[in-house]
């Protein structure tokens, strides 16, 4: 049992820095933003806001590969936990799952990066039409 556990506390380890990335994309993001409306609104140039774009939608993408990641390690922590102890191979990869794009663009449009992002997306829309 103790071979499970470890490797049950190896996965979740992986699970956690996931989430932890996403959380500091999700921070990062907001800086970002921040300090281009910033200098948007000091110079009156909504070329700042143009520029943010770029990074917005890399965060996103960024963002939506790790929770399609922790997804998957979460799957593999069901797989591993439901696995017979003399099985146990401390493995990273699982047989039965398989990550693909389409997992991560179910990713890209789940509610929770959908909504951050979004309205972020639409907050440069607001915020470069009104300069």
Known sequence: MENKIKHLELIQGIIS???N???LLK???ITLVAAMFALAAKDSNNKYIILTYFPVLMFW???SYFLSQETYFRKYYEEVRNKNEDNIDFSMKSEKIK???IEWAKACVSLTIGIFYGTIIILLIV???FL
């Open 17 to 19: 820095r996931m989430a």
């Open 21 to 23: 990335n996403s959380f």
């Open 27 to 29: 921070g990062w993001a």
């Open 61 to 63: 993408i960024l963002d």
């Open 99 to 101: 990550w693909n794009i």
């Open 127 to 129: 915020v470069m039409y």
